[in-house]
């Protein structure tokens, strides 16, 4: 199911880059709808655009099978703009010119503006933007003028106005450009044209219309997990169809984070106290991974076990039949491919694969309310909805909930001394290319300071270091780390317990200083490594991300620091605190 959209006036190509959403997001925050097709979408498909935008990608317009685009779009009446490796494929399809450049540039620039353009007016002659590229545009295609440069890039945005066509290096969409939302309302609305046709908060009535019609006499159910697109959905639908045709059940795993459950149930017993059920499955889930220490098994288990639980809910209530469908919380960045799979395939995996859902899915008895919002708009619709703002603003948890931030060790081991910190051998994720690897980590006996360098550091070590997935900073510990070591564990009450209680110490003093609102997710890991009577330490992960694909270790205020550490440190069994300072990639976000 869609929402009644307005034909689009605008279109966004994905070249592959993790912005391609972000720049969809910033021009429907500007008023106009906009939508993300793949970037050889064939011109005739986009005949009746007003503006099309490029994205940036990883790939070089050198490289075999890189993303192009139809040559026949820049013959359309549309104005067009590239971003980044948008700006270099634009170039390379008009007769300009790209080459590699001798040195990336990557973060924080400063451009210098050369010539007029509507595409920049209103801009100072000097702008600080954000880059992120290795080639370079060497010559702009015949008829365009060079705009603006940098110190390494002799073409940071170029344009022909006669032609509506415009090419930018850097990333207008990201808001370390300061001026980027003004520069694509320039292109948006005075170059092309766009009149403002899009507000999430004013569609909810029509939302529910398109429930009702969906619906037809059915009823709907759903499995809600206490996350924001999934509680909104379920909302919209119980006000569309009234409490007696919508049931939610929420699955308590015995992984979830302290007081997770009973805010479940406040929230949704209020609005539908008979059609709301919690399921309490923590006894199975702990019995599912009982001695269990590998990280892949751990998780497979865990959602062979959702399966299990879901297809029980299932059946026992006669949820198959024709009278009901399944409601769920998909949200736009879930049904667009991207890199040939669509990311909820990805990572709601375990929805998938439950066989009745499989069923409903096949015989499309499945309603998707917000199939074509982004995060923040069903967040504003959720507002508009009367939802909670604490609802509204939580972070992404994972299905598994702390289960994977619980780790686990088969063996006791040493920590081994290196040149730069010791090697802790416990298994953690990361990123390398295409695969996943689990490796060791290196611990550094230097507290990070508030500049972020340690973070740098850190990750170009990670980099260099075939041996290891992510270096992390010794903040406090009851003993030295010479004297720790890494203990056999598995995922025991007793440790979950542990972590949901150092979790909700962080979150605690995060949330009081405002430094939760600062970040996109803050983990807390727990690690098998310490000595005896202190057994475990644990990990403070606090991550900026766009979309979670990639991801920036969180430089945190030293008072803060040292706030947690000291609270932490006097929980019971804990022995040393540290602080993740790795990025993603070549680290993940969370740490299994
Ligand atoms: P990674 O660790 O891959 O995480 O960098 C990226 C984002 O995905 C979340 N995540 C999950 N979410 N089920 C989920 O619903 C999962 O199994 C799962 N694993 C990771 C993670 O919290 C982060 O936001």
Known sequence: MTADIPEPQVSVLDAGGQYCHLIARRIRDLGVYAE???????????STRKAIVISGGPSSVYEAGSPTVDPQIFSLEAGVLGICYGHQIMARLLDGSVRKGERGEYGHATVEILAESPL??????SEPVWMSHRDVVASPPPGFTVLARTGTCGVAAMGNDARKQYGVQFHP???HTRRGARILSNFIFDICGCERDWDPKSQVRQLEERIRQEAGSRSVFFFVSGGVDSSVAYTLCLRALGADRVRGTYVDTGFMRAGETEFVRDTFSAVSPRGFHIEDASAEFFQSVEGVTDPEEKRRRIGERFVCVQERILQSGQLLDGDWILGQGTIYPDTIESGGAAKA???KTHHNR??????LLEEKRVIEP??????????????ELGLPAELLNRHPFPGPGLAIRVLC???ESRLEPTDRGWIIPVRSVGVQGDARTYRPVLALDEVPGESGNLQYEATTLVNSAPGINRAIALCGSHRPLKSMRVFKADLRKDRVEKLRQADAIVRRLSQRCGFDAKVWQFPVILIPAGVFGRTDSLVLRPVDSVDGMTAQSVPMERSLLERMTRELLQLDGICAVFYDLTHKPPATIEWE
């Open 354 to 359: 439950v066989s009745g859902i499989q069923r």
């Open 409 to 411: 060790s088969g063996s």
């Open 173 to 175: 969409e990201v808001v």
């Open 345 to 347: 395939d990805v990572i």
């Open 370 to 383: 917000l199939a074509s919002y982004y995060k923040d708009e069903v967040r504003r619709i959720g507002a």
């Open 36 to 46: 993300v097709l793949p970037s050889d979408a064939p011109a005739s498909q986009l």
């Open 120 to 125: 920049l007016a209103g801009l100072s002659r």
